[in-house]
């Protein structure tokens, strides 16, 4: 397996890097916090993206997509990453269109996708509910079959983007009970919906989500999105490939917290010399470069490996969510830490950059729940 980017992500690297620097920086998620914006992100800004073919990235060209890989859409996530952008990569691309391009039906696609790979269509996976941590099983939302019609009647939460989607795929349970894998299904919802009650939230990265509470919400047989009560394995698939995703923006925001902390230890002075001489420092930060570095190879892996359809796909996603949450958690910290004084208040940018992968290590799945996972997919 090439761990190394192509002449060609190279280049779309350095499109990425320059076009978010210069419309999303750091400031600009600040603004968004304090305003309250309701939605946490701009549409024209992610009209632009779509405008320059980032969004298609992983959807056939056939439905408005660029038919590349995962592994080219790392290389944007992990720009955005660098300053925080808060565009709905994961919720409308990693999610909600990786439902629909994976189980939807031919016709699903074309209605949608298209809409997605330009910028106009937003979309979100409601598949959380209260006390489900990470089980994708656990799923108390009830769907029933009332003549030609399903009847969703339930709470999800921690929808993200939520708020802002026109169109929510929503996992209930069609037969079986608590944590059962059979019995669940994948629905399109239409975000406003007679029944639909949306509360939005924000995170402590300042990200948007919402709470979806269903109240007999009425949907067709057309919007079944997969088979019937075989829900359980597409949302694996999906959250697998959001998890990688999620893995190339983390690795973009601890490499850039990083590069702001070793900035920071070569111009601060203490005693008369640079904080950065210091042995007890220069070890803190080697440590952190040692665990980047670590966790920008095993999301290579897992990103070529979703590419290249491998048996293995599942156990490296794992790999890499693990590190990358370990390693996100340290470097933040420490970035924060040698930062002194000045990394504690909020006027200062790097906490921004604690927060978001504090966010990042608890969604879909934390460290400890994927060593266990890739431990069960082992044998073990």
């Given amino acids: 397996m090439n761990l190394v980017h192509s002449e060609d992500q190279e280049l779309l690297a350095k499109t990425a890097a320059d076009f978010v620097a210069a419309h999303s920086p750091v400031a600009r998620v600040r603004k968004l916090r304090d305003s309250k914006d309701p939605i946490g992100f701009s549409k024209e800004l992610w009209r632009e993206m779509a405008g320059l073919g980032w969004v298609g990235i992983p959807f056939p060209e056939g439905l408005g997509g660029a038919g590349m890989g995962f592994a080219d859409l790392a290389v944007v996530l992990e720009a955005l990453g660098r300053t925080l952008a808060p565009e709905p990569f994961v919720s409308t691309v990693l999610l909600g269109g990786q439902a629909v391009l994976l189980g939807g039906s031919e016709a699903q696609r074309k209605e949608i996708l298209p809409g997605v790979c330009s910028g106009e269509t937003l979309l979100a996976l409601a598949f959380e509910e209260p006390g489900s941590r990470y089980d994708v099983s656990r799923v108390a939302v009830r769907a029933d079959v009332e003549g030609d019609e399903w009847r969703l009647s339930g709470r999800k939460v921690h929808v993200l983007d939520g708020a802002a989607a026109d169109t929510i795929v929503v996992s209930a349970r069609t037969a079986g009970a608590g944590s059962d894998p059979e019995g669940i299904t994948l629905f399109l919802v239409p975000a406003r919906a007679r029944g639909v009650r949306i509360t939005a939230e ?23 999105v997969g088979p019937v009560d075989r829900g359980a394995v597409l949302l694996e698939r999906v959250i697998d490939r959001a998890a990688a995703g999620l893995c190339a923006e983390t690795l973009g925001l601890m490499s850039e917290a990083f590069e ?94 604690m927060k978001r992968a504090r966010v990042a290590e608890l969604s879909f799945g934390d460290s400890a729940w994927h060593r266990d996972r890739f431990a069960r997919l082992e044998g073990f």
């Fill in 202 to 224: 924000q995170r402590i990265d300042s990200r948007g989500a919402a709470i979806v509470d269903l109240d007999s919400v009425a949907v067709g047989r057309a919007d079944v």
């Fill in 260 to 353: 702001r902390t070793l900035a920071y230890l070569k111009t601060r002075v203490q005693f008369g010399a640079p904080i950065g001489s210091f042995q007890a420092l220069k070890h803190r930060a080697a440590l952190c470069f040692i665990e980047i570095e670590l966790a920008r190879s095993a999301t290579m892996a897992a990103v070529r490996a979703l590419d290249e359809g491998s048996d293995d796909a599942s156990k490296l996603v794992s790999v890499a969510k693990a590190r990358c949450s370990d390693a996100a958690v340290l470097v933040t910290n420490e970035a924060v830490q040698m930062h002194g004084g000045i990394g504690m208040t909020d006027e200062h940018d790097i906490g921004f950059y």
